[in-house]
Protein backbone atom coordinates (compact mmCIF):
# COMPACT_ATOMS: atom_id res chain seq x y z
CA UNK A 1 0.00 0.00 0.00
CA UNK A 2 1.27 3.32 -0.06
CA UNK A 3 0.70 6.91 1.87
CA UNK A 4 -2.46 8.51 1.91
CA UNK A 5 -2.01 11.94 1.44
CA UNK A 6 -4.72 14.16 3.66
CA UNK A 7 -6.29 16.75 1.86
CA UNK A 8 -9.12 17.72 3.96
CA UNK A 9 -10.31 17.24 7.87
CA UNK A 10 -13.11 15.30 6.91
CA UNK A 11 -11.40 13.08 4.91
CA UNK A 12 -8.75 12.27 7.95
CA UNK A 13 -11.75 12.34 10.21
CA UNK A 14 -12.94 8.98 7.48
CA UNK A 15 -10.13 7.63 7.78
CA UNK A 16 -9.10 7.27 11.17
CA UNK A 17 -12.60 5.99 12.19
CA UNK A 18 -14.33 4.29 9.45
CA UNK A 19 -13.29 0.44 8.81
CA UNK A 20 -10.08 1.54 11.06
CA UNK A 21 -11.59 -1.00 13.89
CA UNK A 22 -8.07 -3.23 14.87
CA UNK A 23 -5.99 -1.32 12.59
CA UNK A 24 -2.85 0.33 13.47
CA UNK A 25 -3.03 4.29 12.69
CA UNK A 26 0.16 5.69 11.26
CA UNK A 27 0.08 9.75 11.06
CA UNK A 28 2.68 10.85 9.39
CA UNK A 29 2.83 15.09 10.64
CA UNK A 30 5.43 16.86 7.84
CA UNK A 31 6.18 20.33 6.39
CA UNK A 32 7.91 21.04 2.90
CA UNK A 33 10.23 23.11 3.94
CA UNK A 34 11.86 20.84 6.60
CA UNK A 35 14.48 19.49 5.41
CA UNK A 36 14.19 16.11 7.59
CA UNK A 37 11.12 15.79 6.35
CA UNK A 38 11.98 14.81 3.00
CA UNK A 39 14.48 11.82 3.62
CA UNK A 40 11.66 10.40 6.04
CA UNK A 41 9.22 10.76 3.31
CA UNK A 42 10.83 8.77 1.16
CA UNK A 43 11.23 6.04 4.34
CA UNK A 44 8.00 5.68 5.07
CA UNK A 45 6.84 5.68 1.36
CA UNK A 46 9.14 2.58 1.40
CA UNK A 47 7.98 1.22 4.17
CA UNK A 48 4.45 1.40 3.59
CA UNK A 49 4.79 -0.42 0.74
CA UNK A 50 5.79 -3.82 2.30
CA UNK A 51 2.98 -3.67 5.28
CA UNK A 52 -0.66 -5.22 4.69
CA UNK A 53 -3.43 -2.91 4.28
CA UNK A 54 -5.30 -4.75 6.59
CA UNK A 55 -3.29 -4.09 9.71
CA UNK A 56 -1.54 -0.66 9.29
CA UNK A 57 -3.21 2.98 7.40
CA UNK A 58 -0.29 5.42 6.75
CA UNK A 59 -1.59 8.79 6.59
CA UNK A 60 0.60 11.76 5.64
CA UNK A 61 -0.32 15.53 7.22
CA UNK A 62 0.95 18.97 6.16
CA UNK A 63 1.05 20.54 9.42
CA UNK A 64 0.90 23.70 8.08
CA UNK A 65 -1.74 23.20 5.82
CA UNK A 66 -4.19 21.38 8.24
CA UNK A 67 -3.65 23.30 11.48
CA UNK A 68 -6.56 22.18 12.88
CA UNK A 69 -5.17 18.63 12.62
CA UNK A 70 -2.16 19.85 13.90
CA UNK A 71 -3.79 21.62 16.97
CA UNK A 72 -5.12 18.43 17.51
CA UNK A 73 -2.34 16.41 18.49
CA UNK A 74 -0.70 19.84 19.76
CA UNK A 75 2.30 19.25 16.86
CA UNK A 76 5.18 21.80 17.36
CA UNK A 77 8.03 20.12 15.64
CA UNK A 78 7.91 17.94 12.65
CA UNK A 79 8.47 15.08 11.53
CA UNK A 80 6.42 13.98 13.98
CA UNK A 81 4.79 10.62 14.32
CA UNK A 82 1.39 9.20 15.97
CA UNK A 83 0.70 5.53 16.72
CA UNK A 84 -3.28 5.37 16.82
CA UNK A 85 -4.79 1.82 18.17
CA UNK A 86 -8.42 1.60 18.61
CA UNK A 87 -8.76 5.14 19.30
CA UNK A 88 -6.05 5.79 21.54
CA UNK A 89 -2.70 7.29 21.32
CA UNK A 90 -0.43 4.06 21.86
CA UNK A 91 3.10 5.78 20.82
CA UNK A 92 4.53 8.88 19.73
CA UNK A 93 8.20 9.73 17.96
CA UNK A 94 9.31 13.26 17.19
CA UNK A 95 12.12 13.91 15.22
CA UNK A 96 13.12 11.00 11.98
CA UNK A 97 14.55 8.70 13.22
CA UNK A 98 13.74 5.34 10.75
CA UNK A 99 15.36 2.97 13.41
CA UNK A 100 12.99 4.04 15.99
CA UNK A 101 10.10 4.15 13.69
CA UNK A 102 10.68 1.04 12.35
CA UNK A 103 11.24 -1.05 15.69
CA UNK A 104 7.95 0.74 17.13
CA UNK A 105 5.90 -0.21 13.55
CA UNK A 106 6.64 -4.08 14.19
CA UNK A 107 5.87 -3.80 17.84
CA UNK A 108 2.45 -2.10 17.38
CA UNK A 109 1.60 -4.29 14.38
CA UNK A 110 2.30 -7.67 16.49
CA UNK A 111 5.69 -8.33 14.17
CA UNK A 112 3.63 -8.16 11.28
CA UNK A 113 5.56 -5.82 9.57
CA UNK A 114 9.01 -7.84 8.84
CA UNK A 115 10.87 -4.09 7.48
CA UNK A 116 14.33 -3.85 9.10
CA UNK A 117 16.09 -3.83 6.37
CA UNK A 118 14.85 -0.35 5.14
CA UNK A 119 15.23 0.73 9.07
CA UNK A 120 18.46 3.12 7.72
CA UNK A 121 16.47 4.62 4.94
CA UNK A 122 18.30 6.93 2.46
CA UNK A 123 20.94 9.06 3.67
CA UNK A 124 20.73 13.01 3.19
CA UNK A 125 22.55 15.84 4.57
CA UNK A 126 20.02 15.94 7.55
CA UNK A 127 19.55 11.79 7.72
CA UNK A 128 17.57 13.65 9.94
CA UNK A 129 20.72 14.51 11.43
CA UNK A 130 17.93 15.92 13.62
CA UNK A 131 18.64 12.38 15.25
CA UNK A 132 21.95 11.30 14.45
CA UNK A 133 22.89 8.10 16.70
CA UNK A 134 26.16 7.57 18.42
CA UNK A 135 25.95 4.47 17.77
CA UNK A 136 27.06 4.89 14.22
CA UNK A 137 29.33 8.41 15.12
CA UNK A 138 32.28 8.16 12.98
CA UNK A 139 36.11 10.30 12.84
CA UNK A 140 34.86 13.47 11.27
CA UNK A 141 37.89 16.21 10.20
CA UNK A 142 36.99 19.60 11.58
CA UNK A 143 36.07 20.86 7.88
CA UNK A 144 33.87 17.75 7.74
CA UNK A 145 31.75 18.81 11.07
CA UNK A 146 31.46 21.99 10.42
CA UNK A 147 30.22 21.18 6.92
CA UNK A 148 27.73 18.96 8.71
CA UNK A 149 27.04 21.86 11.26
CA UNK A 150 26.63 24.32 8.23
CA UNK A 151 23.58 22.37 6.85
CA UNK A 152 22.32 21.59 9.99
CA UNK A 153 21.64 25.21 11.36
CA UNK A 154 19.52 25.83 8.34
CA UNK A 155 17.90 22.45 8.37
CA UNK A 156 14.43 24.36 9.28
CA UNK A 157 14.03 28.36 9.29
CA UNK A 158 14.39 27.62 13.21
CA UNK A 159 16.52 25.12 14.38
CA UNK A 160 16.45 23.76 18.20
CA UNK A 161 19.54 22.23 19.49
CA UNK A 162 18.37 20.99 22.87
CA UNK A 163 19.33 17.81 25.12
CA UNK A 164 16.32 14.99 24.47
CA UNK A 165 13.16 15.93 22.34
CA UNK A 166 10.71 18.24 22.16
CA UNK A 167 8.28 15.62 23.59
CA UNK A 168 10.69 14.18 26.31
CA UNK A 169 13.33 17.10 27.06
CA UNK A 170 16.19 15.99 29.03
CA UNK A 171 17.11 19.33 31.09
CA UNK A 172 15.19 21.82 32.54
CA UNK A 173 16.34 24.50 30.33
CA UNK A 174 15.85 22.38 26.96
CA UNK A 175 11.85 22.02 28.17
CA UNK A 176 11.79 25.83 28.75
CA UNK A 177 12.94 26.82 25.86
CA UNK A 178 10.54 24.06 24.17
CA UNK A 179 8.08 25.59 25.83
CA UNK A 180 8.70 29.39 24.78
CA UNK A 181 8.54 27.81 20.90
CA UNK A 182 5.38 26.44 21.81
CA UNK A 183 3.66 29.49 23.19
CA UNK A 184 4.67 31.70 20.91
CA UNK A 185 3.60 28.69 17.70
CA UNK A 186 6.35 28.63 16.27
CA UNK A 187 7.33 25.51 14.27
CA UNK A 188 10.55 24.30 14.75
CA UNK A 189 13.43 21.57 14.02
CA UNK A 190 15.69 20.13 16.24
CA UNK A 191 18.58 18.38 16.95
CA UNK A 192 19.59 16.06 20.52
CA UNK A 193 23.01 16.54 20.68
CA UNK A 194 22.80 13.97 23.62
CA UNK A 195 23.52 11.21 20.11
CA UNK A 196 26.17 12.58 18.68
CA UNK A 197 29.00 13.55 20.67
CA UNK A 198 30.63 15.15 17.85
CA UNK A 199 27.75 17.42 17.36
CA UNK A 200 27.43 18.52 20.92
CA UNK A 201 31.17 19.20 21.15
CA UNK A 202 31.94 21.10 18.13
CA UNK A 203 28.38 23.00 18.16
CA UNK A 204 29.95 25.01 21.16
CA UNK A 205 33.00 26.31 19.09
CA UNK A 206 30.86 26.96 16.06
CA UNK A 207 28.57 28.79 17.76
CA UNK A 208 31.06 30.41 20.27
CA UNK A 209 28.72 29.34 22.61
CA UNK A 210 29.32 27.10 25.57
CA UNK A 211 25.92 25.81 26.73
CA UNK A 212 22.73 24.38 25.49
CA UNK A 213 20.10 24.19 24.42
CA UNK A 214 21.17 26.23 21.41
CA UNK A 215 18.62 28.08 18.70
CA UNK A 216 18.91 28.90 15.50
CA UNK A 217 16.79 31.01 13.01
CA UNK A 218 17.50 31.38 9.46
CA UNK A 219 20.94 29.91 9.90
CA UNK A 220 21.88 32.52 12.46
CA UNK A 221 22.67 31.84 16.08
CA UNK A 222 20.44 33.40 18.29
CA UNK A 223 21.56 32.66 22.00
CA UNK A 224 20.53 30.18 24.71
CA UNK A 225 17.63 29.92 26.89
CA UNK A 226 18.39 33.39 28.90
CA UNK A 227 19.09 35.27 25.70
CA UNK A 228 16.01 34.11 24.10
CA UNK A 229 13.72 35.25 27.36
CA UNK A 230 15.73 38.71 27.22
CA UNK A 231 15.01 39.17 23.72
CA UNK A 232 11.50 38.56 23.43
CA UNK A 233 10.93 40.97 26.50
CA UNK A 234 12.76 43.32 24.55
CA UNK A 235 10.63 42.74 21.59
CA UNK A 236 7.20 41.08 21.69
CA UNK A 237 7.47 39.95 18.35
CA UNK A 238 11.26 38.64 18.46
CA UNK A 239 10.47 35.80 16.44
CA UNK A 240 8.90 36.84 14.07
CA UNK A 241 11.24 40.06 13.13
CA UNK A 242 14.29 37.64 13.20
CA UNK A 243 12.52 34.99 10.43
CA UNK A 244 11.69 38.03 7.82
Known sequence: MTVIRIT????????????????????????????PCRSMSQVLEAISEEVSQENVRFLSIDADKHTEISDLFEIAAVPYFVFIQNDTIVKEISGADPKEFVRSLETLSNGSA???????????????ENSGSSDDEEEETEEEI?????????????MLFMKGSPSEPKCGFSRQLVGIL??????????????????RQSLKKFSDWPTFPQLYINGEFQGGLDIIKESIEEDSEFFQHALQ
Open 8 to 35: SQDQFTQLTTIDAANKLIVLYFQTQWAE
Open 182 to 199: REHQIRFGFFDILRDDNV
Open 146 to 158: NARLAKLVQAAPV
Open 114 to 128: SISNNASGPKSTSDV
